[in-house]
């Protein structure tokens, strides 16, 4: 990732390289996708890492197997979209059958690319994603990975006070312990998290949990079924099917602990479960990579912070996999966290912006689980509303439910901290807590070009109009990369030395509303006006200025 405007001040703003010193490293706990992907952040950002991973290697066999839209920008973030997408499937759509196979709905995605610049769905190999990740992260020199190497535990300073945090590990090869000094943890330490105990933190149940055996499947040969997602809306023998590559399959049966059980020991029963969807296939292709029995739960910690350690991930939430977000949701934390921690650490902002991480996705991933639930509920529950529903679908009625569940991103906006307050005049302009889009834009040359790419890893202004002295101000205070939207054919141009971008769809001037909009490093709207509100940015600034300025920094207007 690149500094913000060529500067080396707030992040979002990034350290040059070598410019760390003898600052304590971030320590992040597990190199899963969420811990890589929030090393490679840190990095980016100029913050050392220390990587503590017990696996000497990848964990070779699938898990989570789909991501949206909105978090492949995550990825373009940190440099790998491109590579996983080489190694990625879109997904075709969804399809809701019922216990004999019939289709009861089919949910197309026709376009091949959402708001975000990616397809909405894509089907990957979670070892072939940790595997773009590390990769990108051997190239980092502020991030180390320690492979064969156990946290044991966690030492916090006394609350209150800013000390480091004394993390106890174990080399796992020689056996031998140390202790390594942390100005923050990162706790990307999955289910059983050693940190959530460390800071005190207990799971809250929001769903009753299923049992579940999930079977993955190599075979050469194309299996005789459509490719989007199938769900088999059988409230007694529910179950999911995916093609994730293009000689990998992805089977979910949801069974009795007992049913499980006997069938992961008989490969003919395994057989048997598959046979709806491989019909004449020699079962000699059929090579079976993986069969395990999963509970899944619908969990969220109670607390997600303690100082200056924090939850991420699996360690934080358990998603059901209805609406496919669990990894999602995970990449969204480090996003949300990394570039905030980045600004209290280099100094650029007070302590309190941290609460922020918390109060913003914290209600964010409470709704999506909630939401997976009912989606859950109403692709396989008992219930009559269910059931109902279903029937609906069959008789050719619409499920508005469903029909979003299969075919949009499910993502709320952002809400609970004084960077997503909206304001209380009716205007239109762009909302705070809203992802900006990333549709279709060219560049004065007439290349076409992602607008993250413009953009760096600070904040950014986007605008229509030229700005105010006000907002001029504000993006030098802060700062924010400026960007002027123009629509094609204009026959002015800002002034010489603003960057401009073309934008021939309409798309991202239609969302902006004419205005103009103030993004967070994590793109997230923080403030925006309309066309006809030439305040609204500068006058939103009382609410936030506070949480990202310092008393050693330039103040906003």
């Not at 390289?17 to 320590?27: C, I, K, Q």
């Not at 999506?368 to 069959?394: D, K």
């Amino acid at each position: 990732m690149k500094p913000a405007n060529g500067t080396s001040t707030p992040p979002g703003t990034s350290t040059p390289p070598g410019t760390s010193g003898s600052r304590l490293p971030v320590a992040v706990i597990g190199a899963g996708p969420v811990g890589l992907a929030a090393a490679l952040l840190l990095a980016g950002y100029g913050i050392p890492c220390e990587v503590f991973e017990r696996h000497a290697a990848p964990y070779p066999l699938p898990r989570a197997v789909h991501m949206d839209d909105e978090v492949m920008r995550i990825l373009q973030a940190v440099g790998a979209a491109d590579a996983f997408a080489a190694r990625s499937r879109p997904a075709l759509g969804m399809q809701l059958v019922d216990s004999r196979h019939r289709v009861l709905a089919r949910f197309l995605r026709d376009e091949p690319l959402g708001a975000h610049g990616f397809p909405q769905a894509n089907m990957f190999d979670q070892p072939e994603l940790e595997d773009v990740l590390r990769g990108r992260l051997e190239k980092q020199h502020l991030a180390r990975l320690h492979g064969s190497t156990e946290v044991l535990g966690l030492t916090l300073p006394p609350t209150g006070t800013r000390g480091p945090v004394a993390v106890r590990v174990k080399d796992l090869a020689t056996g031998a312990e140390r202790t390594e000094r942390a100005a923050a943890v990162l706790g990307c330490d999955g289910a059983t998290s050693l940190t959530r105990q460390a800071i005190g933190s207990r799971h809250q149940t929001l769903g009753e949990p299923q049992q579940w055996l999930v079977v993955d499947v190599r075979c050469p040969v194309p299996l005789p079924a459509w490719d989007g997602v199938h769900q088999v809306c059988d409230p007694d023998r529910a179950a999911t099917y995916m093609r994730i590559g293009e000689d990998r399959y992805r089977w979910e049966f949801r069974l009795t602990g007992q049913a499980a059980d006997a069938a992961g020991r008989d490969p003919s029963g395994i057989l048997r479960l598959l046979a709806p969807w491989t019909g004449d296939v020699d079962p000699r292709h059929l090579e079976i990579v993986r069969t395990a029995r999963y509970t899944f739960r619908a969990e969220v910690a109670d607390r997600w912070r303690r100082g200056r350690v924090f939850l991420l991930g699996d360690a934080a939430h358990l998603t059901p996999p209805f609406i496919g977000q669990g990894l999602g949701a995970g990449l969204r934390d480090a996003h949300n966290l990394v570039w905030k921690l980045a600004r209290v650490l280099d100094g650029h902002s007070p302590e309190p912006l941290l609460d922020t991480y918390e109060s913003e996705r914290r209600p964010h991933a409470v709704g999506l689980v909630r939401t997976a639930v009912l989606i859950g509920q109403a692709m396989t529950g008992a219930h009559p509303a269910a059931r109902a529903a279903r029937r609906a679908l069959a008789a050719g009625r619409d499920s508005a439910l469903l029909s979003r569940a299969a075919l949009t991103t499910l993502s709320p906006a952002l809400h609970g901290s004084a960077l997503t307050r909206r304001s209380l005049r009716p205007v239109r302009a762009p909302r705070p807590g809203r992802l900006c889009p990333q549709p279709p834009l060219h560049t004065p040359e007439g290349d076409p070009v992602r607008l993250d790419e413009l953009l760096d890893d600070g904040f950014a202004l986007l605008t229509c109009q030229p700005l105010t002295p006000g907002e001029l101000r504000l993006a030098r205070a802060l700062p924010a990369r400026v960007l002027t939207v123009l629509p094609p054919g204009n026959p002015s141009t800002p002034a010489p030395g603003t960057p401009w971008v073309v934008d021939r769809s309409g798309a991202l001037r239609t969302w902006l509303r004419g205005g103009a909009a103030l993004l967070r490093p994590d793109r997230v709207v923080l403030a925006g006006r309309g066309a006809h509100d030439p305040d609204g940015l500068t006058a939103s600034a009382g609410s936030w200025a506070r949480l990202l300025t310092s008393t050693a920094s330039t103040r906003c207007p």
